[in-house]
Structure formats: structure tokens, C-alpha cells
């Protein structure tokens, strides 16, 4: 659609303009800080930080209603910059010129509703939205697309060359950040620092593909983001790991889609998410929260965070009773939600800040985290996959932690649920494979059912090709034999 299309009353407001300012806000000390540095951390206290505007123009004067029209119009334009992630610019990052923003088709992922069967099996009506219909196939690509237009804006505006882009990762963060960072050319190098042999072939040969300088460190994910703070802290690096609160400011759009998608009706609604670094849930509490004060919606969902009993950090400090909570990293143990298995999630203080702010707005609940086995996340991934989606092991464990929150009395069969299918199924598929040969070590502690495994039937033809008539003959009627087929 072109904007000469749209009505006069909304096409003003289309193309989005730079306005007002954004400052990171320190959630140790309260400090503020310009945006004209990349900041992970509070300079004169260390804490985390996170990103706010004030003065932007629109913000302050429009309401709900119409920023709905603006939203609901923007998607049938056909504008590179505001097709992705940056629809939503004005609660993003409206500080970013259109012409430095990178969309490379990340974002507006389907929201599909699981079919009959699934939703008799778990008595609740549930949609996934699949994020690995990413770019490199997880919702990373939303935090990197709104951190790397913010990195091409300063080395743009602000003179900044020569860039080193590094994080940490359990797979898809470096994935994601070797992508995007390609993109940009020579201008930027990056590198990522991944725990040996504890991400999957498929996610370790994204970064090797996108050219960037990947170095393997013997340990576990928390290792590394100690090595990449050790680096960021010391040496001219940019770090690109959630940390980076650039990151969590992209990731906020799985929020504004989730509304959107739903007509902005967020009543009785659920969102289920699995927790890892908590960066993502930090996000979606964040989204949330700023189209409740906009209001876009009239009404918050629900959060539920999940995690596997082998990393549930954030599971244990709410287990404990409000007032005596203290938070205590957890050494992690093997995990197939793997790109979830962190012990000292870097989030953690803006989740706390969070959910007091996102609990505070109703006099209910809105916030929970359940624990799940890993045999739960397993199964459930093979069997949403059995019935017509496309879930990754994080995915299964969202559908897990549907159950258990529905088991705890947290949701009920009134309500509706979406949950973040955080990847595509492809990129975790050894485990499958694991699964499906009953070949898992003991450690990760699941074993396989014998109605959800499935292997490849081999067919030992005795005639040789050499006779192909009585060749294909041979192999038809052995598969005829299998299939039980009746003749026409
Ligand atoms: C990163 C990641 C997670 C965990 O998200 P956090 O922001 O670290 O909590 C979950 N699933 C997948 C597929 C991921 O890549
Ligand atoms: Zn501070």
C-alpha cells in the first residue's frame, strides 16, 4: 500500500521521525546516562541498565486508539525500515534515523493456533508464535536488528570505527549477532565466545558461516559471558549480549506483535516464555508494560517464565516468599533446552525491577515461573511437532511449563495462552535425534516413549539393480508389506 492510500487523519504519522531523547537508567543507583557510548553497566556503580525516551513528540500526545490505526497501517506499507521490528520505532528506539536501521525480514513471526487434539490434551486453547521463522532462526534477530542499527547510527552520527562486536553464547545470540553484523561490512568484526560442545552443529555453523571469528572456551555459557564482562569491562570492545540493553529494547516488539495479532485484546490472555539469561522475559514484561501506559491495551497478560529443573535460577527466587527472596545462581547441569541453561542470568535485577512494576499495576498476580523436567520439555517438543508445529526444545519446554502452570492453578481453561517458540526446531534437532535412538546420557535423565519415536525403515532389496523391473518390484512390495497396503 502506498501512503497517499492511507487516510489523511493517520498518514502523517507514518513514516516515523527522530524525536526527543533517550539515556540508560541505571537500576542500581538510578544514574542516567546520554547514549552517545555504549554502555553495559553503570559506571559509577556497576549495576545493569535499561534504556527509556522522554520528549519524543508522538509519545506524549497520541492515544491508544490511534496509535493502533498507526500500527494497523504501517503493516501494509511496503518501507524496508518499518516492515520488521521497528513498526513499533516510537517504542523502540525513536532517536534511530530511518536510514540506519538494518531489517534483514526479522519480526511479524506467525502466531498459530495448536490444533484440536493438542488443545484437548492440554485443556486450554493455545497458539505458538514461532520466532525460529527468524532470519537465523531464533528471536535474537529482534535485539540484534535494534542493537546493530543503534552501532551503524553511531558509527554513522558519531564517528565510531573499527568496531569489535563480541558476546557470549549458548548458539543462537552468536548466530544472530554473526548475521547481522556481516551485514554491515567491513566496518564491523565480529567475534563470539561459545562453551565447547554445548551448542548444537547447526547454530555452531551459522557464525562460521557469516565469517565472524568464533573461539570455543572449555566450560558453560556463564564462563564465557565472564570472559566477554572480563573484555567489555577493560578493552574497546561492543558487547552484544543482553547485557546490551539495546538487545532487550528490540525484543519488546514479540510484545507489541502479540497485542497487534490479537486485535490489542489482552484479556485473558497468558503469555508463556522460557527463561534463560532473562533477557527475553525482561522484554516482554517491558513491551507489555509500555503499551499498558500508552494505552494500547487496556489490560496486561499474564506472564509465566519457565525453566528446566537442571538451570532454575529464577524459578528458586520465587518460590520464596515475597519479602525474604534472595537470589542465588545455581550451578547448571545438562540441559536439552540448552540455549536456556544459564545458572546466573544477567537479567535478573531488571526481572525483580520488573515484575514489582508489572505486579504492582493489578491487585492480582500476573507474573508466575514454573520448573519442568527434562523429560517434559522432550516429550513435549516431539509431540507439538507430531501435531503440526515447528518447536524447538525451548518451545517444548513453554508447552511443558502450559501444563504445569495449569496444574498450579496459575491459568485456567478460560484463558488463552501463547507461547514463544523461541527457535526453529532445526537448529536443535540432535536432540530429536537422541530422542528418537534412546541414545541421551544419563545425565540429561530422559528417556525416550515408544509412541513418539520414529526411525527411518530400511529396506534390504534382494534383487540388484542390474534387474531394475524386478528392483523397483522388489522394493515396492516389501514396502507394501509394511503399510499393510490393500489392492484397487
Ligand atoms: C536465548 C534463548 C532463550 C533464552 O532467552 P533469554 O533471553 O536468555 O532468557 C530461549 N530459547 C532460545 C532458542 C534462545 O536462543
Ligand atoms: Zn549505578
Redesign the pocket.
Known amino acids: 500500500m502506498k501512503i497517499e492510500q492511507v487516510p489523511k487523519e493517520i498518514s502523517s504519522f507514518l513514516m516515523p521521525k527522530p524525536s526527543g531523547k533517550m539515556y540508560y537508567k541505571c537500576l542500581g543507583c538510578n544514574e542516567r546516562f546520554g547514549i552517545d557510548e555504549l554502555l553495559y553497566t553503570c559506571p559509577k556503580c556497576g549495576s545493569v541498565l535499561l534504556l527509556y525516551s522522554e520528549g519524543n513528540e508522538l509519545l506524549e500526545s497520541l492515544d491508544g486508539s490511534k496509535w493502533k490505526k498507526i500500527f494497523d497501517y504501517r503493516k501494509l506499507l511496503n518501507y524496508p525500515a518499518i516492515k520488521g521490528i521497528f513498526l513499533f520505532y516510537e517504542f523502540i528506539a525513536p532517536v534511530i534515523p530511518l536510514s540506519s536501521i538494518i531489517c534483514l525480514g526479522e519480526g511479524q513471526t506467525p502466531v498459530v493456533r495448536a490444533n484440536s487434539k493438542l488443545r484437548d490434551m492440554v485443556g486450554i486453547d493455545f497458539y505458538f508464535k514461532y520466532?525460529?521463522l527468524n532470519p537465523s532462526a531464533?528471536?535474537?534477530d529482534r535485539g540484534m536488528a535494534c542493537a546493530l542499527s543503534y552501532i551503524k547510527y553511531l558509527s554513522e552520527e558519531k564517528g565510531l570505527k573499527d568496531i569489535i562486536a563480541i558476546c557470549a553464547s549458548?548458539?543462537?545470540?552468536s548466530a544472530s549477532a554473526a548475521l547481522y553484523s556481516s551485514y554491515l561490512g567491513d566496518n564491523i568484526r565480529s567475534v563470539v565466545i561459545l562453551p565447547e560442545g554445548k551448542v548444537t552443529v547447526q547454530q555452531l555453523s551459522q557464525p562460521l558461516g557469516h565469517g565472524s571469528i568464533v573461539i570455543e572456551v572449555p566450560g558453560v555459557f556463564d564462563d564465557c559471558m565472564k570472559v566477554v564482562e572480563y573484555l567489555s569491562e577493560r578493552y574497546n570492545v561492543a558487547l552484544l549480549n543482553?547485557k546490551n540493553s539495546w538487545r532487550i529494547l528490540g525484543?519488546e516488539s514479540f510484545s507489541f506483535e502479540v497485542a497487534q495479532s490479537f486485535d490489542y485484546d489482552m484479556k485473558s490472555k497468558a503469555v508463556v516464555?522460557?527463561?534463560?539469561?532473562?533477557?527475553?522475559?525482561?522484554?516482554i514484561m517491558s513491551g507489555f508494560l509500555k503499551f499498558y501506559k500508552a494505552g494500547i491495551i487496556n489490560e496486561l497478560p499474564k506472564i509465566i517464565g519457565v525453566q528446566s529443573e537442571h538451570a532454575d535460577p529464577v524459578f528458586r527466587y520465587y518460590e520464596q516468599e515475597e519479602g525474604e527472596r534472595r537470589y542465588v545462581p545455581v550451578k547448571v547441569r545438562p540441559s536439552v533446552?540448552q540455549?536456556?541453561m544459564?545458572g546466573d542470568?544477567v537479567?535478573m535485577p531488571r526481572v525483580i525491577e520488573l515484575v514489582k512494576e508489572y505486579d504492582s499495576i493489578t491487585d492480582k498476580r500476573r507474573f508466575y515461573v514454573v520448573q519442568v523436567k527434562e523429560q517434559e520439555i522432550m516429550d513435549c517438543m516431539i509431540t507439538a511437532n507430531r501435531n503440526g508445529n515447528i518447536v524447538?526444545?525451548?518451545?517444548g519446554?513453554s508447552l511443558a511449563g502450559l501444563i504445569r502452570a495449569k496444574e498450579k492453578g496459575y491459568i485456567s481453561k478460560s484463558e488463552v495462552a501463547i507461547l514463544?517458540s523461541?527457535?526453529h526446531m532445526l537448529?536443535?534437532i540432535s536432540f530429536q535425534q537422541m530422542y528418537f535412538e534412546d541414545s541421551f546420557p544419563p545425565e540429561f535423565e530422559v528417556k525416550p516413549k515408544d509412541e513418539l519415536k520414529n526411525q527411518p525403515l530400511k529396506i534390504s532389496p534382494e534383487k540388484g539393480k542390474d534387474q531394475y523391473s524386478e528392483f523397483i518390484k522388489d522394493v515396492a512390495e516389501k514396502i507394501v508389506k509394511i503399510l499393510n497396503l490393500k489392492e484397487r
Open positions: 520466532e525460529g531464533s528471536f535474537k549458548t548458539g543462537d545470540t543482553s525484543q516464555v522460557p527463561i534463560g539469561n532473562a533477557g527475553n522475559i525482561t522484554a533446552a540455549a536456556a544459564i542470568p537479567s524447538c526444545t525451548q518451545g519446554e514463544n523461541t527457535a537448529k536443535f
